[in-house]
């Protein structure tokens, strides 16, 4: 077992960070993990698990111990039916390679969340989503290790509380379980979602005449990676901020002020908003203070030109925060992890 101690975190966060953790080790199995959780020193303090780190800003030294999750492995199970198949990942892959996997098996309803970063079990943990598709959607189940017994535990999706960007994970259960494993029932007998009308337009200018998961995959990749900066060039971790949902007589009472304002409906009751648009009006979009800003094609998009602390973009988003209210009225919530 090694465990480094006072070690840089900087290769372990894509914002390119450099904190320091008090203690630093890896696992690549669930009984890699319990001998970890078991050693007196881990055993003593606070404990942080990271995937990719593509979710994560840190602003200060970590005074705890952190567990790199590498837990490798996709497999396939006995079909539920003649139109389905699960198929379980190691919580340790990153989460395009699962994507990969399922166009490679022809397996479908994955494909709308190509290139995401992270790993596999981060998606659950916030309930990972783009372009009309969401990790509940194809989610069947996943096991976890209870870090107070050495437990393995089995979560269904009604367990796991799904919401947007959102689970029990990060709520009630927050730091009381590991994700060791996550399995998704995938389709044979595809539907493609085309519903947001970026994926329609690339399709179209790909010149693709007939749908498949890796023609709506390779769309998705042209599209983020056309609005949004790769990381081991820009420090960044994606979406900075949730897109605000808006009780419908709030949207329309903003509409009539602002009519260019776009919205999603999400149920009868409310509205979607995108975050970076509200961010864009308020003139942030491209701005850079320092080794900081926002991205100059992706309002949403807060990043490490090198050379910031975490503080600084931390400072940076409570402004955004702060002018989106005093502007539209509306409350941005960060979907990072600020630590």
């Known amino acids: 077992m090694d465990i480094q101690r006072d ?76 139109q389905h198949v699960l198929v379980t990942s190691g919580s340790g892959e990153t989460w395009h390679d699962l994507v990969l996997y399922s166009l490679e098996h022809d397996l479908g309803g994955i494909e709308n969340l190509s290139l995401i970063p992270g790993t596999v079990g981060a998606a659950p943990l916030q309930n990972i989503g783009a372009y009309g598709v969401e990790l509940k959607d194809t989610f069947y189940s996943l096991e976890a290790l209870e870090t107070a017994t050495g437990n393995l535990v089995t979560f269904n999706k009604e367990q796991c509380g799904f919401g947007y960007r ?71 971790a994606g979406s900075f901020f949730k897109n605000p949902e808006l009780p419908i007589p709030l949207y329309e009472q903003l509409k009539h002020t602002y009519p260019a304002m776009p919205g999603y409906p999400v149920s009868e009751q409310t509205v979607k908003i995108p975050a970076g648009w509200l961010i864009e009006q308020c003139g942030w979009k491209g701005k850079v203070l320092g080794q900081h800003g926002v991205h100059k094609d992706q309002a949403l998009v807060l990043v490490n030109y090198g050379g910031a602390t975490g503080n600084e973009v931390k400072e940076l988003a409570y402004e955004i925060i702060k002018s989106v209210k005093e502007k539209f009225g509306v409350s941005l919530t960060p979907e990072v992890n600020i630590i």
Request: hydrophobic share 35%; aromatic share 6%.
């Open 7 to 82: 070690a840089s975190l900087q290769q372990y966060n894509t914002f390119g960070i450099d904190a320091k953790a008090r203690l630093l080790a890896t696992f690549s199995s669930v009984d890699e993990l319990r001998e970890l959780l078991a050693h007196p020193e881990v055993q003593a303090l606070p404990k942080l698990v990271l995937g990719g780190g593509s979710n994560v800003l840190f602003t200060q030294h970590v005074q705890g111990a952190v567990l790199l999750n590498r837990i490798k492995g996709i497999t396939q199970h006995e079909e539920e039916d003649k």
């Open 166 to 236: 959102e689970s029990i994970f990060k709520k009630e259960a927050k730091d009381q379980f590991i994700i060791t494993s996550v399995t998704l029932r995938l389709t044979k007998d595809h539907r493609y979602n085309t519903s947001y009308g970026a994926i329609k337009d690339t399709l179209a200018e790909n010149k693709v005449k007939e749908l498949s998961l890796r023609a709506i995959s390779e769309a998705v990749c042209q599209i983020r990676r056309s609005k949004l900066p790769d990381p081991a060039k820009i420090g960044n």
